[in-house]
């Protein structure tokens, strides 16, 4: 075999609760069901959260249907606002209990190790209207408290946890960009949120190691990382890389592995005038209680150029882009259906920086995929899709990903997204990314041709 992977090597896909389960019999919303409720039209041809994919229901079928083309792992992500009834005592919703030991049970029983993600991006929305979400170091201990409640529920089977999935996008969707609920346009919120998201992060891995049930488990975080390419190698295109990075991704790589923020970007902040409040107890906890292992999401790079326009303070305060621009580069490579950079050499780029610069700690392809708009158009007689670019391109990704390993990258798997076409946050169901496509009306699951190539792979151990 050409490309072999090592022992026990991951293979699986990955989805989120609030983008599989559905609402059913949730009690509280989270900031995408409280704008869904508001403002459908926001949400491609106006479909919600309500039913997603109906894991709530059909989770036995789709875990069977998952390990059938050769899942050894599957990740997905508890919802605060299923879990918990008081936010405040974390006192737990009886049918919530259920549905989560029962899920984890039956993909312990598929033979999938379950990997249980704490939060992916859905803030309860009271605790937004309430304390300003994670504005606040309230609802930071408030998410510590949740999280002790989920490894003493359910560590005795879980043993992978993480604690957030890509932190820096709810940063630039809630405060930056406006893709996440509030919507807003904050430069100072949004370096505050991201130092309390880092801390929560922390404070979470400190209750895990509380946890009478964390002796045999591991805990990490999920980041994108999306390497700051410069548009060449002057000084200037530099110096933009450098902060890009260190926006983008040291910020919440660093503190998590190493314990410590990135030299130079606190003075950055400090000399704008937008830094974080902290205190030096805050930096200790951050700095004892880093990750296990990392999760990396990677769909595409960053390109970035020096400035070219002098930035604006004057229309929407401090933002990160006073120290960068994005650059298109000539002759890439894109998925026109999310016109992102298709760039799978930057697999080898992220295993060799982590094995270089991040202790070479245990780590994980936690989501890479090609999100496509229209696929039923490429179905067979049978009703399979037949979604050769899909195989293309995750094969050219494990490329990469297997000379990064080659080279002595401590990666110990890959993970699609997403098992099963699900609700996306603003994109509902346009563009589709998984390994089983889902028809929307009749919610039937029906295996892509990407599916059955992919268990080929698992069993094989590689390609
Ligand atoms: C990642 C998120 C996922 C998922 C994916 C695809 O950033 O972790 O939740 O949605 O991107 O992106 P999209 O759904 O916007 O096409």
């Known amino acids: 075999m050409k490309h072999e992977f090592p022992q026990d090597f991951w293979w699986g896909a990955a989805t989120s609760g609030p983008q599989s389960e559905g609402r059913f019999n949730k009690k509280h919303r989270s900031v995408f069901d409280y704008w869904y409720d508001i403002e459908p039209e926001a949400f491609f041809d106006r479909v919600g959260p309500n039913v997603a994919s109906n894991f709530y229901n059909s989770f036995r079928e789709d875990l069977k249907m998952m390990k059938s083309i050769g899942f050894n792992s599957f990740r997905t992500s508890i919802q605060w606002t299923r879990l918990i009834k008081d936010f405040e005592t974390a006192e737990v919703e009886a049918d919530a209990v259920r549905f989560y030991n029962e899920m984890i049970d039956e993909c312990i029983a598929n033979g999938m190790i379950p990997v249980i993600n704490l939060h992916h991006f859905d803030l309860p929305i009271e605790l937004y209207e309430k304390y300003g979400g994670w504005e606040s170091k309230h609802v930071v201990e408030l998410f510590a408290k949740y999280s002790r409640v989920c490894f003493d529920l359910f560590g005795d089977r879980v043993k992978h946890w993480t604690t957030f999935n890509e932190p820096i996008v709810i940063v630039q969707g809630?405060?930056?960009?406006?893709?996440?609920?509030?919507?807003?346009?904050?430069?100072?919120?949004?370096?505050?949120?991201?130092?309390?998201?880092?801390?929560?992060?922390?404070?979470?891995?400190?209750?895990?190691?509380?946890?009478?049930?964390?002796?045999?488990?591991?805990?990490?975080?999920?980041?994108?990382?999306?390497?700051?390419?410069?548009?060449?190698?002057?000084?200037?295109?530099?110096?933009?890389?450098?902060?890009?990075?260190?926006?983008?991704?040291?910020?919440?790589?660093?503190?998590?592995v190493l314990g410590y923020f990135p030299e130079g970007l606190a003075e950055i902040f400090i000399k704008d005038g937008v830094m974080w409040q902290y205190t030096e107890e805050e930096l200790e906890l951050i700095k004892n209680n880093t990750i296990d292992f990392l999760g990396v999401n990677f769909y595409q790079p960053l390109r970035v150029k020096a400035v070219e326009h002098e930035f604006d303070e004057s229309k929407n305060g401090w933002l990160p882009d006073k120290y960068y621009e994005y650059y298109e580069m000539p002759g890439r490579r894109v998925n026109p259906h999310k016109n992102w950079e298709i760039y799978p050499e930057a697999m080898y780029d992220?295993?060799?920086?982590?094995?270089?610069?991040y202790k070479n700690i245990p780590w994980y392809v936690s989501e890479n995929g090609m999100g496509v708009y229209g696929e039923e158009k490429f179905k067979d007689e049978n009703g399979m899709i037949l979604d050769d670019y899909r195989i293309e391109f995750v094969t050219e990704h494990l490329e990469f990903l297997h000379k990064g390993i080659?080279?002595?990258?401590?990666?110990?798997?890959?993970?699609?997204?997403?098992?099963?076409?699900?609700?996306?946050?603003?994109?509902?169901?346009?563009?589709?990314?998984?390994?089983?496509?889902?028809?929307?009306?009749?919610?039937?699951?029906?295996?892509k041709k990407s599916g059955y190539w992919f268990k080929a792979v698992s069993e094989n151990n590689g390609f």
């Open 350 to 357: 992220i295993a060799i920086n982590i094995r270089d610069n």
């Open 406 to 447: 080659q080279e002595g990258s401590n990666c110990f798997g890959y993970h699609l997204w997403t098992p099963i076409d699900c609700w996306s946050w603003m994109n509902a169901y346009r563009n589709r990314y998984g390994f089983i496509s889902l028809d929307l009306a009749t919610q039937i699951k029906t295996i």
């Open 174 to 256: 809630e405060y930056i960009n406006q893709f996440h609920y509030p919507n807003l346009i904050d430069g100072k919120k949004a370096v505050q949120v991201s130092y309390n998201l880092n801390l929560a992060s922390a404070k979470s891995i400190e209750q895990f190691r509380l946890s009478e049930n964390s002796k045999d488990g591991k805990i990490g975080i999920v980041l994108n990382l999306t390497p700051a390419y410069p548009r060449s190698n002057s000084k200037e295109d530099l110096a933009a890389s450098d902060f890009a990075n260190k926006f983008h991704n040291r910020m919440f790589l660093d503190p998590a």
